[in-house]
């Protein structure tokens, strides 16, 4: 199993300028999300997915779109990136339910110019 | 008032010494769960509590519901132990939207 994928690891944008993070996962997990992590600040939720169908904002949506396209796969686009959405992005899945574990992809660091 | 709070932000040890490290709530919570980051970003699953203690080799988590307290122990601390510990709650309230610590880091020297 290779647990929680994200693609790409590393990209550079220009302001304005509009992406596409993936995020898949293999466990057969309900729930998924997206967090950003900027430098001396915890982990943020950005938008989650509760089930196939269904997704929810965070704490910081704004700028930000996300789309469930069936259970395993979890996206986040950027339509208009600026500078402040400079950050280490980071997907998760786990199963529904109070005492299941979150599982972490291995982030995608993000700089817009 | 944060609904989490972790302490203390920056820790230094020298090798082999015992690491506490605490995380203090104000929320209900059906469980905590311990993350530890490493210095290149890959975020690993240490512990998940509802109650009482877990040990998984030197490291040791515990949970104090009635207190809303939960503290993390190294023994025989290592460089390689050196990270970010965050601690995560899983709010009674919303099962889905977790709240995170803002993380303490360990550093170990030899």
């Known amino acids: 199993n290779a647990g929680v994928t994200q693609t790409p690891k590393f990209q550079v944008l220009k302001t304005g300028q509009s992406m596409t993070l993936q995020c898949a996962q293999d466990?057969?997990?309900?729930?998924m999300y997206w967090y950003r992590q900027d430098p001396g600040m915890g982990l943020r939720l950005i938008y989650y997915?509760?089930?196939?169908?269904?997704?929810d904002k965070g704490e910081v949506p704004n700028g930000y779109n996300v789309s469930r396209l069936n259970k395993r796969e979890f996206s986040l686009r950027l339509e208009s990136a600026a500078p402040s959405q400079t950050s280490v992005y980071f997907c998760?899945?786990?199963?529904?339910?109070?005492?299941?574990?979150?599982?972490f992809g291995p982030g995608t660091r993000l700089t817009v110019l | 008032k944060n609904e989490v709070e972790q302490s203390p932000q920056n820790l230094t040890a020298q090798e082999g010494e015992f690491i506490t490290i605490n995380c203090s709530y104000s929320?209900?919570?059906?469980?905590l769960h311990w993350l530890q980051q490493h210095p290149g970003g890959g975020i690993v699953s240490l512990f998940m509590?509802?109650?009482g203690k877990k040990k998984h080799g030197r490291l040791i988590a515990t949970i104090n519901i009635q207190e809303k307290h939960s503290s993390l122990h190294i023994t025989a601390s290592h460089p390689r132990d050196s990270a970010v510990y965050i601690c995560?709650?899983?709010?009674?309230?919303?099962?889905?939207?977790?709240?995170f610590g803002t993380g303490t880091r360990l550093q170990v020297f030899p």
């Open positions: 998760a899945s786990r199963l529904q339910g109070s005492y299941n574990e979150q599982f």
């Open positions: 466990m057969n997990h309900n729930s």
């Open positions: 997915s509760a089930s196939e169908g269904t997704t």
């Open positions: 929320v209900g919570i059906s469980a």
């Open positions: 509590l509802s109650s």
């Open positions: 995560v709650l899983h709010p009674a309230y919303n099962t889905d939207k977790l709240i």
